[in-house]
């Protein structure tokens, strides 16, 4: 059981930067791919990033690739999604999740989730 908590949402102008945190309960982190997905309103969850067990190898949405950066240190139990020049349609509630698995771009691959926080971009 992992049980994981979002923290670093909030209200920003387009251009500007958030970076948001994912703390996860438990001593099996590093055993987790972790990942972040995005949910706007009237919108589906979508995918954003993932990142391997070791932080090695990432993977990103092309809709953020170049402006969003995963990372995640084991030792904190921590995931971690910097958010650079953000856009208004960046707006939406922010999700991480943890997979028991290789990884996955899609829900349905994805064991834990988190609560969600908000991430508002105005224009």
């Known amino acids: 059981q992992v049980q994981l908590v979002e923290s670093g949402g909030g209200l920003v102008q387009a251009g500007g930067s958030l970076r948001l945190s994912c703390a996860a309960s438990g001593r099996t982190f590093s055993r987790y791919t972790m990942g972040w997905f995005r949910q706007a309103p009237g919108k589906e969850r979508e995918f954003v990033a993932t990142?391997?067990?070791?932080?090695?190898?990432?993977y990103y949405a092309d809709s953020v690739k170049g402006r969003f950066t995963i990372s995640r240190d084991n030792a904190k139990n921590t995931v971690y999604l910097q958010m650079n020049s953000l856009k208004p349609e960046d707006t939406a509630i922010y999700y991480c999740?943890?997979?028991?698995?290789?990884?996955?771009?899609?829900?349905?691959?994805?064991?834990?989730w988190g609560q969600g926080t908000q991430v508002t971009v105005s224009s």
């Open positions: 990142i391997s067990r070791s932080g090695g190898s990432t």
């Open positions: 999740a943890a997979d028991s698995g290789p990884g996955a771009t899609t829900l349905s691959g994805y064991d834990y």
